[in-house]
Protein backbone atom coordinates (compact mmCIF):
# COMPACT_ATOMS: atom_id res chain seq x y z
CA UNK A 1 0.00 0.00 0.00
CA UNK A 2 1.09 3.26 -0.90
CA UNK A 3 1.84 5.83 1.75
CA UNK A 4 3.08 9.20 1.61
CA UNK A 5 6.73 8.48 3.09
CA UNK A 6 6.88 6.09 0.04
CA UNK A 7 5.69 8.45 -2.56
CA UNK A 8 8.07 10.93 -0.65
CA UNK A 9 10.81 8.41 -1.84
CA UNK A 10 9.99 7.58 -5.51
CA UNK A 11 10.00 11.55 -5.86
CA UNK A 12 13.51 12.17 -4.26
CA UNK A 13 15.01 9.10 -6.65
CA UNK A 14 13.29 11.25 -9.37
CA UNK A 15 15.31 14.33 -8.23
CA UNK A 16 18.35 12.61 -6.86
CA UNK A 17 18.21 10.87 -10.71
CA UNK A 18 17.97 13.99 -12.33
CA UNK A 19 20.80 15.82 -10.44
CA UNK A 20 23.09 13.03 -10.80
CA UNK A 21 22.79 13.42 -14.44
CA UNK A 22 22.82 16.92 -14.72
CA UNK A 23 26.00 17.33 -12.97
CA UNK A 24 27.43 13.83 -14.78
CA UNK A 25 28.04 12.62 -11.19
CA UNK A 26 28.99 9.74 -9.28
CA UNK A 27 27.02 7.64 -6.34
CA UNK A 28 23.57 7.47 -7.86
CA UNK A 29 23.11 3.56 -6.59
CA UNK A 30 24.08 4.67 -3.17
CA UNK A 31 21.56 7.66 -2.85
CA UNK A 32 18.94 5.37 -4.57
CA UNK A 33 19.87 2.83 -1.51
CA UNK A 34 18.83 5.24 1.67
CA UNK A 35 16.04 7.30 -0.33
CA UNK A 36 13.37 5.11 1.83
CA UNK A 37 15.40 5.11 4.76
CA UNK A 38 16.15 9.04 4.44
CA UNK A 39 12.05 9.60 3.90
CA UNK A 40 10.65 7.58 6.87
CA UNK A 41 13.12 10.30 8.85
CA UNK A 42 11.97 13.47 6.92
CA UNK A 43 8.00 12.22 6.88
CA UNK A 44 7.56 10.36 10.24
CA UNK A 45 10.13 11.07 12.67
CA UNK A 46 12.49 13.67 12.45
CA UNK A 47 11.10 16.57 14.95
CA UNK A 48 12.36 19.38 11.92
CA UNK A 49 10.77 22.70 10.28
CA UNK A 50 11.40 24.51 7.03
CA UNK A 51 10.46 27.40 8.45
CA UNK A 52 13.05 27.42 11.37
CA UNK A 53 15.78 25.04 10.13
CA UNK A 54 18.03 26.31 13.23
CA UNK A 55 15.32 25.76 15.96
CA UNK A 56 17.29 24.96 19.38
CA UNK A 57 14.87 22.13 19.81
CA UNK A 58 15.14 20.38 16.94
CA UNK A 59 16.46 16.76 15.86
CA UNK A 60 19.87 16.16 14.23
CA UNK A 61 20.50 14.36 11.32
CA UNK A 62 23.42 13.50 9.82
CA UNK A 63 24.49 11.70 6.72
CA UNK A 64 27.75 10.34 7.18
CA UNK A 65 27.92 8.93 3.97
CA UNK A 66 27.97 12.01 2.48
CA UNK A 67 28.85 10.92 -1.28
CA UNK A 68 25.04 9.89 -1.20
CA UNK A 69 24.06 13.85 -0.73
CA UNK A 70 21.39 13.74 -3.52
CA UNK A 71 18.71 11.81 -1.46
CA UNK A 72 19.16 14.17 1.05
CA UNK A 73 18.96 17.32 -0.92
CA UNK A 74 15.78 15.97 -2.44
CA UNK A 75 14.00 15.01 0.63
CA UNK A 76 14.76 18.39 2.11
CA UNK A 77 13.34 20.57 -1.42
CA UNK A 78 10.41 18.21 -0.97
CA UNK A 79 9.98 19.12 2.52
CA UNK A 80 10.25 22.55 1.82
CA UNK A 81 13.42 23.66 3.22
CA UNK A 82 14.33 25.20 -0.16
CA UNK A 83 13.25 25.40 -3.73
CA UNK A 84 13.13 22.84 -6.16
CA UNK A 85 14.45 25.20 -8.80
CA UNK A 86 17.77 25.20 -6.13
CA UNK A 87 18.16 21.47 -6.94
CA UNK A 88 19.44 22.23 -10.87
CA UNK A 89 22.60 24.29 -9.15
CA UNK A 90 23.67 20.91 -7.48
CA UNK A 91 27.15 20.02 -8.49
CA UNK A 92 28.08 23.33 -10.04
CA UNK A 93 30.81 25.80 -9.26
CA UNK A 94 29.77 28.05 -6.35
CA UNK A 95 26.55 26.00 -5.43
CA UNK A 96 26.59 24.93 -1.62
CA UNK A 97 24.45 22.12 -3.48
CA UNK A 98 27.97 20.42 -3.46
CA UNK A 99 28.53 16.54 -4.29
CA UNK A 100 29.07 15.64 -1.12
CA UNK A 101 26.59 16.96 1.75
CA UNK A 102 27.14 20.45 3.06
CA UNK A 103 25.99 22.74 5.75
CA UNK A 104 25.88 25.61 3.71
CA UNK A 105 22.25 24.04 2.32
CA UNK A 106 19.23 24.73 4.44
CA UNK A 107 18.77 21.80 6.80
CA UNK A 108 21.70 20.13 6.62
CA UNK A 109 23.87 19.69 10.19
CA UNK A 110 27.07 18.79 9.18
CA UNK A 111 29.41 18.68 6.11
CA UNK A 112 30.76 15.00 5.49
CA UNK A 113 32.81 13.04 2.74
CA UNK A 114 35.76 11.44 4.39
CA UNK A 115 34.19 8.56 5.76
CA UNK A 116 33.72 7.76 9.43
CA UNK A 117 33.48 11.48 10.58
CA UNK A 118 29.37 11.37 10.75
CA UNK A 119 29.02 8.77 13.44
CA UNK A 120 31.70 11.12 15.66
CA UNK A 121 30.09 14.08 15.14
CA UNK A 122 26.31 12.99 16.25
CA UNK A 123 27.76 11.13 19.38
CA UNK A 124 28.95 14.53 20.17
CA UNK A 125 25.76 16.17 19.60
CA UNK A 126 23.85 14.01 21.77
CA UNK A 127 26.26 14.31 24.34
CA UNK A 128 25.79 17.89 24.41
CA UNK A 129 22.18 17.10 24.36
CA UNK A 130 22.52 15.32 27.34
CA UNK A 131 24.07 17.37 29.45
CA UNK A 132 22.17 20.47 28.39
CA UNK A 133 18.74 17.65 29.61
CA UNK A 134 18.03 18.42 25.91
CA UNK A 135 15.26 17.01 24.37
CA UNK A 136 16.32 16.52 21.11
CA UNK A 137 17.82 13.80 19.58
CA UNK A 138 20.83 12.39 16.79
CA UNK A 139 19.92 10.45 14.11
CA UNK A 140 22.86 9.61 11.91
CA UNK A 141 23.23 7.21 8.39
CA UNK A 142 26.00 5.28 7.95
CA UNK A 143 27.28 3.14 5.20
CA UNK A 144 28.15 -0.57 5.79
CA UNK A 145 31.71 0.42 3.43
CA UNK A 146 32.68 3.15 6.09
CA UNK A 147 32.28 0.45 9.11
CA UNK A 148 35.99 -0.43 8.01
CA UNK A 149 36.88 3.38 9.77
CA UNK A 150 38.16 2.69 13.33
CA UNK A 151 36.36 6.22 13.85
CA UNK A 152 33.29 4.58 14.21
CA UNK A 153 34.15 1.88 16.83
CA UNK A 154 35.63 4.18 18.98
CA UNK A 155 32.75 6.59 18.77
CA UNK A 156 30.54 3.45 19.61
CA UNK A 157 32.62 2.56 22.52
CA UNK A 158 32.31 6.37 23.79
CA UNK A 159 28.25 6.15 23.25
CA UNK A 160 27.88 3.11 25.07
CA UNK A 161 29.85 4.58 28.00
CA UNK A 162 27.92 7.66 27.87
CA UNK A 163 24.67 5.99 27.42
CA UNK A 164 23.59 8.09 24.97
CA UNK A 165 19.94 6.29 24.30
CA UNK A 166 18.96 9.70 22.54
CA UNK A 167 21.20 8.74 19.43
CA UNK A 168 20.07 6.78 16.78
CA UNK A 169 22.48 5.02 14.43
CA UNK A 170 21.33 3.79 11.04
CA UNK A 171 23.44 1.11 8.62
CA UNK A 172 23.06 1.41 4.98
CA UNK A 173 23.60 -2.27 4.50
CA UNK A 174 23.47 -2.52 0.98
CA UNK A 175 26.45 -5.01 1.27
CA UNK A 176 28.06 -3.19 -1.94
CA UNK A 177 31.04 -0.43 -1.80
CA UNK A 178 33.35 1.51 -4.32
CA UNK A 179 34.77 -1.60 -6.24
CA UNK A 180 33.23 -4.62 -5.31
CA UNK A 181 31.42 -6.26 -1.97
CA UNK A 182 31.78 -5.61 1.34
CA UNK A 183 32.66 -9.20 2.18
CA UNK A 184 35.23 -9.20 -0.19
CA UNK A 185 36.78 -5.70 0.93
CA UNK A 186 36.61 -6.05 4.91
CA UNK A 187 34.37 -8.79 6.25
CA UNK A 188 31.54 -6.86 8.91
CA UNK A 189 29.76 -10.19 10.08
CA UNK A 190 28.50 -11.28 12.50
CA UNK A 191 27.59 -7.12 12.52
CA UNK A 192 24.59 -7.10 15.00
CA UNK A 193 26.55 -9.09 17.21
CA UNK A 194 29.50 -6.31 16.91
CA UNK A 195 27.21 -3.76 17.78
CA UNK A 196 25.86 -5.64 20.88
CA UNK A 197 29.56 -6.45 21.88
CA UNK A 198 30.01 -2.76 21.80
CA UNK A 199 27.07 -1.72 24.24
CA UNK A 200 24.35 -0.51 21.68
CA UNK A 201 20.97 -2.02 21.21
CA UNK A 202 20.39 -3.43 18.41
CA UNK A 203 17.86 -3.92 15.56
CA UNK A 204 17.75 -5.25 11.80
CA UNK A 205 15.01 -4.54 9.14
CA UNK A 206 14.08 -4.63 5.46
CA UNK A 207 15.41 -0.22 4.61
CA UNK A 208 13.17 -0.43 2.10
CA UNK A 209 9.89 -1.52 3.96
CA UNK A 210 8.52 1.82 5.14
CA UNK A 211 6.44 0.18 7.91
CA UNK A 212 9.31 -1.82 9.67
CA UNK A 213 11.39 1.39 9.12
CA UNK A 214 8.84 3.55 11.20
CA UNK A 215 8.08 1.34 13.32
CA UNK A 216 11.62 1.44 14.78
CA UNK A 217 13.04 4.17 14.52
CA UNK A 218 9.12 5.49 16.21
CA UNK A 219 10.28 3.55 18.77
CA UNK A 220 13.94 4.64 20.16
CA UNK A 221 15.26 4.33 22.66
CA UNK A 222 14.52 0.06 22.75
CA UNK A 223 16.72 0.10 26.04
CA UNK A 224 16.94 2.81 28.29
CA UNK A 225 20.67 3.81 29.06
CA UNK A 226 21.80 2.39 25.15
CA UNK A 227 22.21 3.97 22.27
CA UNK A 228 19.98 2.55 19.58
CA UNK A 229 21.52 1.09 16.05
CA UNK A 230 19.20 -0.12 13.12
CA UNK A 231 20.58 -1.69 10.51
CA UNK A 232 19.20 -1.72 6.99
CA UNK A 233 19.36 -4.23 4.75
CA UNK A 234 18.83 -2.13 1.62
CA UNK A 235 19.90 -3.04 -2.29
CA UNK A 236 22.00 -0.54 -3.76
CA UNK A 237 20.16 0.91 -6.70
CA UNK A 238 17.10 0.12 -5.27
CA UNK A 239 14.18 1.43 -7.30
CA UNK A 240 15.94 1.21 -10.84
CA UNK A 241 16.53 -2.30 -11.95
CA UNK A 242 18.76 -1.85 -14.29
CA UNK A 243 21.03 -0.68 -11.14
CA UNK A 244 20.05 -3.13 -8.57
CA UNK A 245 22.72 -4.62 -6.98
CA UNK A 246 25.61 -3.33 -9.46
CA UNK A 247 28.36 -1.65 -8.20
CA UNK A 248 29.17 -0.17 -11.39
CA UNK A 249 26.38 2.15 -10.58
CA UNK A 250 28.13 3.37 -7.55
CA UNK A 251 30.21 5.33 -9.69
CA UNK A 252 28.36 6.13 -13.09
CA UNK A 253 26.43 8.72 -14.35
CA UNK A 254 23.23 7.50 -16.74
CA UNK A 255 22.99 9.11 -20.02
CA UNK A 256 20.48 10.96 -21.34
CA UNK A 257 18.49 7.95 -22.81
CA UNK A 258 19.20 5.77 -19.78
CA UNK A 259 17.72 8.22 -17.15
CA UNK A 260 14.53 8.71 -19.95
CA UNK A 261 14.02 5.26 -19.06
CA UNK A 262 14.79 5.03 -15.51
CA UNK A 263 12.09 8.04 -15.06
CA UNK A 264 9.84 5.37 -16.77
CA UNK A 265 10.05 3.14 -14.43
CA UNK A 266 9.82 5.05 -11.71
CA UNK A 267 6.47 6.50 -12.75
CA UNK A 268 3.61 6.67 -10.44
Given amino acids: MKTPTTELAR ?8 MVQRARASHIASALSICDIVAVLYGDILNVDPAAPDAAGRDRFILSKGHACVAVYAALAECGFFEHADLLSYGR ?13 SGVEFSTGSLGHGLPFGVGKALAAKRKRAAWRTFVVLSDGELGEGSNWEAMLFAAHH ?11 NKLQSLTSVEQTLRLEPLADKFTAFGWSVQEVDGHDHDALSAALGTTPWQP ?6 IAHTIKGKGVSAMENKVEWHYRSPSADQLAGFLEELKD
Wanted: aromatic letters at 2%; hydrophobic letters at 40%.
Fill in 11 to 18: RMRVEALH
Fill in 225 to 230: GKPSML
Fill in 163 to 173: QLDNLVAIVDY
Fill in 93 to 105: DGSPLMNHISHKV
